[in-house]
């Protein structure tokens, strides 16, 4: 496996990967996984982790695109065809790459003569938009170019959400494509109730108070400012709300406290930082209401499937990015304006009744679409796809099938 990010990382992609390799190891696998030299080291039955060298007077990357990446994706490249030529003697299955690094996973499968599986967690053209990386047309003809060769080289395509596929099928319509959403917990990651309370002590929040939660990254295309200047038009109507936001890297959080102030929101606003991966359970659990207030994009954010199996009210925007998975019976959906946002976080606090029923009509969807069993059987699907298996149906996200056109053995 080839993962061009920083593993392990409490962000999106890491966490896709880590929860990817825990299905496949649980399949009976074997993953050998080769990452860049960052990161939190991870301890799993099944797995090897085998790092890049890192560039001189790097520290670390951040997400989406950057030059930072030409030269750890080079020496990510060269430390994935050591791997692969020293394993000649025993061999690997099969190459599995995320994002860019479907491109070295491509060149080495050619070599090995083994299949590929490309896992696609965003669009490579549209990362240029998102993460607002460059506007050259020539830039973004050469990564359409190099996602166009990622996908028709692949056997086995995984896509993290609807709209991704529909990417892979203009490409390639014959493409054997498996949607698996970041939807991978379990109900053995729930929180107590006492973890719950000592989330709001830890935070200062008295009884009175209500927490309106926002869990993620702090990028642009999140959309924290309209999250803040909704939260100062709930300020004025609910005194008791508080927001309180967990995570983003510490230059981050400075810099979002300082929009915060601006807002007017700076007294009613709690910055927790990055948190543990476990701890966020019982954040989601502490809280009254959750947010989404994502501006731009259309992958599905990971926090979503989290919010979902917390049974808590989600309030996000109505945009493709959010409505592949929720709909106004699982959430309370908005205009992408600071004043119908804070509308929704409005009646969300104000409505209880309203507000429980959404709740547990969403904890009802993750229990059902998006358990861990769906989650594993989508993961043992691509498998059996990637290996030749007499197969000619494909999971969708609800669990259901559909044919594979011109689905063949490919052995």
């Known amino acids: 496996m080839i993962a061009p990010e920083p593993f392990f990382e409490p962000r999106g992609t890491p966490f896709s990967e880590f929860h990817r390799i825990r299905a496949l190891t649980a399949l009976g696998h074997e993953v050998d996984l080769v990452t860049y030299p960052f990161g939190r080291d991870v301890s799993m039955p099944g797995l090897r982790v085998f790092r890049c060298l890192r560039p001189p007077f790097m520290r670390g990357v951040g997400i ?3 030059l930072a990446k030409v030269p750890l994706d080079a020496l990510l490249a060269l430390s994935a065809l050591r791997r692969a030529l020293g394993a000649r003697g025993n061999g690997y299955d099969a190459i599995h790459s995320h994002e860019e690094g479907g491109l070295i996973g491509i060149v080495l499968a050619g070599v090995l003569r083994i299949p ?3 896992d696609m967690h965003s669009s490579l053209p549209q990362q240029l938009t998102n993460f607002a990386f460059s506007g050259s047309a020539v830039m973004r003809r050469a990564f359409l170019a190099i996602e166009r060769l990622m996908i028709t080289r692949s056997r086995v395509v995984i896509v993290i959400c609807p709209s991704l596929e529909e990417i892979v099928r203009g490409i390639d319509p014959l493409a054997r494509t498996v949607l698996i ?8 990651e729930e929180a107590t109730a006492r973890q719950a309370e000592l989330v709001r002590e830890s935070l200062g929040l008295d009884r009175g108070a209500r927490m309106v939660l926002y869990t993620g990254t702090f990028e642009a295309y999140q959309g924290l400012d309209l999250l803040f200047e909704a939260m100062r038009i709930v300020q004025d109507a609910c005194p008791d709300a508080r927001l309180v936001l967990a995570g983003g890297k510490p230059d981050q959080v400075d ?9 007017g929101i700076g007294a009613v606003t709690i910055f927790s930082g990055e948190r543990p991966a476990d701890e966020i359970p019982a954040y989601l659990l502490a809280a009254d209401v959750l947010v989404s207030p994502r501006s731009r994009g259309t992958n599905t954010p990971l926090k979503i499937y989290q919010y979902l199996r917390s049974g808590k009210p989600i309030v996000a925007t109505r945009l493709l990015t959010h409505t592949q998975v929720l709909s106004d019976d699982t959430a309370v959906l908005t205009g992408a304006t600071s004043a119908e946002f804070a509308e929704g976080i409005l009646e969300a606090l104000a409505d209880r009744t309203r507000a429980a029923a959404i709740g547990s009509r969403a904890r009802l969807l993750a229990d059902t679409k998006y358990s861990y069993e769906a989650y594993l059987e989508r993961t043992r699907q691509a498998c059996d796809l990637l290996q030749g298996v007499q197969a000619v149906q494909a999971v969708q996200g609800d669990g259901s099938r559909r044919s594979v056109p011109g689905m063949k053995d490919p052995a």
């Open 64 to 66: 989406g695109p950057s």
């Open 116 to 118: 590929h599986l490309y």
């Open 181 to 188: 959403e970041n939807a991978p917990g379990s109900s053995g």
């Open 255 to 263: 810099r979002a406290r300082d929009r915060a102030r601006v807002a």
